[in-house]
């Protein structure tokens, strides 16, 4: 099969689609992660594929770029029909891709990373030379500068990010690819990568863009193309369609995008944090000093880019972390460090926590429903049968009954949480929290990889908790979120609080340059 | 990914790696010289087809249910318990403590307090890399390894300057008294029926399917076992709901030691009568191939030490009877370890790609 044949030569027929996909299927044992899906691509436009988790897009794109095999169907390159049997045969074709989490080597410079696989020859310096000057070409064309001689562990997330384009550029891909790509980059981080990919629209690139946020469809593509449950359930010109209808489209039914909640009736203090700090196990200082109070009735919202210290300051408050100063929950210090500092404990002062991973900290994957209701819990009286066994069978039934008010689909107690999807794992774990009716509740990331569907059914929950009297600390990156459910804004960057905003007078620009660590005067 | 039925993943994998074990074995042992059908003839007739053999496969298996165990517990709790052999080589040191010190009235409370004595010895010597790992992050494998080369070089040096009655030759303690002599499956009414010669398998198999059964609760039914189990799976989420880690560790250390140690009731009470050098003979090792093959389920263990059981009979039977040599036997048990233990994933793999085949043949 010539599927390495040179695809610039290729353009001189013009085909009017880049990329052709027709009736690609592809099945995992009994579950069809692709059904019959058709998409034609158009040269030189950005094209969106939206839909919720579980719908279909990974696997699609897994086969456009040679790590699955479909199972029936058709992929055409420029007109061309185009076996691609694995990702080298993807690159030949001209499709790069942008992984949400970037393939890069910590410890090289960009211009190491770049030719990392590409290199010409036994000897790297003729390489070297040759990726250098495209490099400052590229540069220059598509304001994707990037300092060649860094190395990538230096680097903001946001400049490896252009890494990773620069190397699917540097292998000459006419067809890019990107995976959830503002996932981890701040809003101007964001708008910035939204020009580079509007010039490499210009250049004739064509791109594909994979996401949930409708905002980033609306505002760069050209066309989009809607997945639900492994089928394509339509394709529609962006500027012909409005957010509200392509959320439609992905759930199947009308969803709130807005969340309805009235205003705060804040009571008194429940948590006042004093003076936190944490270091890491390598001694590194994560949180820096940090004071605030969260009153009864409010969700205080902590914005900002992932990894400024927000996960630590949930560990320290959650138990998990030990740190020091002064954490005190209804007018009693919590202890900070020893035997004493643990999740129990924090659980006994009424701390619920809802953490931001999971997978790795709020489940255990391998575990049946049931048994993650307890996690944490499992030294609940109406849990145990007597001082020596646990009551399964009451710990089942209270799954089941959990599962039925949550709408966790499918409610089956028995089956193991990896089973779930994401977004019914998260109703799994807030259920679990929400229920055992906490003073103060520790939310983190609470729609990470959730579908739209549950998304409103989450905020639904936490809303309604606050307006029960409750206090929330709610910690997530996306920025719609925060603006949305916060009464209060506090943004984290480098450990530190930069400051704290009224959700209703602030804007994004001002959020975005507090999270950039940009203070504007006011501390 | 694909993912093979259940019934496939607990009955076919093993089944298919014992089949593989067993065609290498053949193999080698055509390779030098010998018949492979007649020595499958001569370890199935000398083990299983006679009540005398079965005496003995059982008396192999109790002692691998035990060990077997112990790296059950231990795994569960994210643990490689690989010091079986040292802790029921202490436990061993258990039981002729008990047995020699105190005259015993009847064989009854011997049992029980040799039962204790080879358990808290075990657990002692389980405890130490515990706690070095609990605390100081020691890695578990490489200490319990070492402790099993401490324990050997211990009781070396308690058998012949400390235990050895004076006039003595051999390194051992003293013969046990013989009120403390456990009833074997021959003098136990009922069994008697079946074994009519004097074999080695005593009232030990039933403490073992007990611990076995014991075990069970514990894992799956108890706060403990829960706790245990969610530690081994992660331990970041373990911290997070408050478990804790050094705890943990602690626990199932101690019970895995135990367990080892209550190994040495079956060989140095039950058989032996006495403590010699190495009375474990290995079966603390034979314990991490028990477990791997019996999935780590006490039900799947005691299948497997069964199996095991009838490895060591029948090999011993293959050296007794024919020209093959004893250590063939060790050839065998080292392939099934193999195939079961390492190459598990190799089979699956295999096994997974005839299903997937099977599968699409339906569709077409």
């Not at chain 1, 575990?367 to 109406?382: C, D, K, R, S, T």
């Not at chain 2, 199996?307 to 065998?332: D, H, K, M, S």
Request: with cysteine.
């Amino acid at each position: 099969m010539p599927s390495g044949a040179n695809t610039s030569g290729r353009q001189a027929t013009a085909a009017p689609f880049a990329i052709e996909l027709k009736g690609i299927s592809k099945a995992f044992g009994p579950v069809q992660a692709n059904k019959d899906i058709s998409i034609a691509v158009p040269r030189g436009t950005i094209h969106g594929i939206i839909g919720e988790n579980g719908a279909g897009k990974s696997t699609l794109m897994s086969i456009l770029y040679g790590f699955y095999r479909a199972d029936s169907g058709e992929i055409l390159i420029n007109g061309t029909p185009t076996a691609i049997p694995d990702s080298q045969s993807a690159i030949r074709a001209g499709i790069g891709m942008v992984f949400q989490h970037f393939k890069l080597v910590q410890n090289f410079t960009v211009l190491e990373n770049v030719i990392l696989g590409a290199e010409e020859g036994a000897m790297l310096a003729r390489s070297l030379a040759k990726a250098r000057r495209v490099l400052s070409d590229l540069s220059r064309e598509y304001e994707l500068d990037v300092d060649p001689d860094a190395l990538i562990e230096d680097l903001s997330v946001g400049h490896q990010q252009r890494v990773e384009i620069l190397k699917a550029l540097y292998r000459q891909a006419d067809i890019l690819i990107l995976d959830e790509p503002t996932g981890v980059l701040t809003p101007a981080e964001a708008d910035h990568l939204f020009r580079i990919l509007s010039g490499l629209r210009d250049q004739g690139k064509t791109i594909i863009l994979i996401t949930h946020k409708l905002r980033e469809i609306m505002e760069i593509t050209d066309h989009v193309s809607v997945m639900r449950r492994g089928t394509m359930v339509g394709t529609v010109k962006t500027a012909e369609t409005s957010p509200e209808e392509l959320a439609e489209l992905m759930v199947g039914r009308k969803v709130l995008l807005e969340v309805d909640k009235g205003a705060p009736n804040p009571g008194k203090t429940v948590l006042s944090v004093q003076d936190l700090h944490v270091r890491d196990e390598h001694g590194v200082e994560r949180l820096k000093g940090i004071s605030f109070d969260i009153r009864a009735g409010e969700i205080l919202g902590i914005a900002g880019v992932a990894g400024n210290g927000q996960s630590e300051l949930l560990e320290a408050l959650g138990g998990i972390a030990a740190a020091t100063g002064r954490i005190v929950m209804n007018g009693t210090d919590l202890p900070l460090t020893g035997a004493t500092a643990n999740g129990q404990t924090r659980r006994e002062a009424g701390i619920a926590h809802v953490p931001e991973d999971r997978q790795h900290l709020g489940l255990i994957m391998d575990f049946e429903a049931w048994e993650n209701v307890a996690f944490g819990y499992h030294n609940a009286p109406e849990y145990q049968k007597n001082a020596l066994l646990m009551d399964n069978d009451a710990l089942r039934a209270d799954t089941a009954a959990k599962m039925e008010r949550f709408d966790v689909r499918p409610p089956i107690p028995t089956l193991p949480a990896k089973s779930f999807s994401g977004g019914n794992q998260q109703k799994i774990v807030v259920a679990r929290e929400i229920e055992r009716n906490p003073d103060l509740l520790l939310i983190g990331q609470p729609t990470r990889g959730v579908d739209i569907g549950a998304i409103e059914f989450i905020h639904k929950q936490i809303v309604a908790l606050r307006d029960a009297g409750k206090a929330i600390l709610l910690v997530s990156v996306e920025l719609d979120e925060i603006m949305s459910l916060s009464d209060r804004i506090a943004v984290m960057f480098d450990g530190k609080l930069m400051g704290f905003r009224d959700p209703e007078t602030t804007n994004e620009r001002e959020l975005g340059l507090l999270m950039a660590g940009v203070s504007e005067g006011t501390p | 990914m694909d993912r093979l039925p259940k019934w496939a993943d607990v009955v076919l994998v093993p089944l298919v790696s014992l089949i593989f074990a067993a065609a290498i074995s053949a193999i080698v042992i055509k390779a030098i010289g010998q018949s492979p059908s007649e020595a499958l003839k001569v370890m199935v007739e000398g083990s299983l087809m006679s009540a005398y053999g079965w005496g003995y496969t059982l008396y192999y298996t109790t002692s691998f249910i035990f060990t077997g165990l112990a790296v059950t517990i231990a795994f569960h709790a994210g643990m490689f318990n690989i010091g079986g052999e040292g802790q029921a080589q202490l436990g061993g040191l258990g039981v002729a403590l008990a047995c020699l010190l105190i005259p015993w009235p009847h064989w009854s409370v011997a049992l029980l307090a040799a039962s204790l004595s080879a358990a808290a010895f075990g657990a002692v010597w389980a405890a130490v890399p515990a706690y070095l790992a609990a605390r100081r992050g020691s890695h578990i494998v490489i200490t319990t390894i070492m402790f099993n080369y401490i324990a050997a070089a211990l009781i070396v040096y308690l058998l012949v300057d400390v235990l050895r009655p004076a006039g003595q030759m051999d390194p051992a303690t003293a013969r046990f008294p013989k009120t403390v002599s456990l009833p074997t499956l021959n003098q136990i009414p009922g069994f008697d029926l079946f074994f009519q010669k004097e074999v080695p398998a005593n009232v030990t198999l039933f403490i073992a399917l007990a611990a076995a059964w014991a075990v069970w609760l514990i894992l799956w039914r108890t706060r403990l076992g829960y706790q245990l189990r969610a530690f081994g799976k992660s331990e970041p989420a373990a911290r997070y709901a408050g478990i804790n880690p050094a705890k943990m560790i602690m626990i199932s250390m101690t019970i895995s030691g135990a367990l080892a140690g209550l190994m040495s009731v079956n060989n140095v009470m039950g058989e032996a009568e006495r403590l010699l050098q190495n009375s474990s003979e290995g079966a603390g090792f034979i314990g991490i191939a028990v477990a791997l093959m019996g999935r780590n389920h006490p039900v799947g263990v005691v299948l497997a030490a069964v199996l095991f059981g009838f490895l060591y009979q029948g090999g011993a039977e293959l050296g007794l009877w024919t020209a093959i040599p004893i250590e063939l036997r060790i050839v065998v048990q080292g392939l099934v370890i193999l195939f079961t233990g390492a190459l598990d994933v190799m089979v699956r793999m295999l096994l997974v790609w005839l299903f997937s085949f099977g599968r699409k043949r339906q569709v077409a």
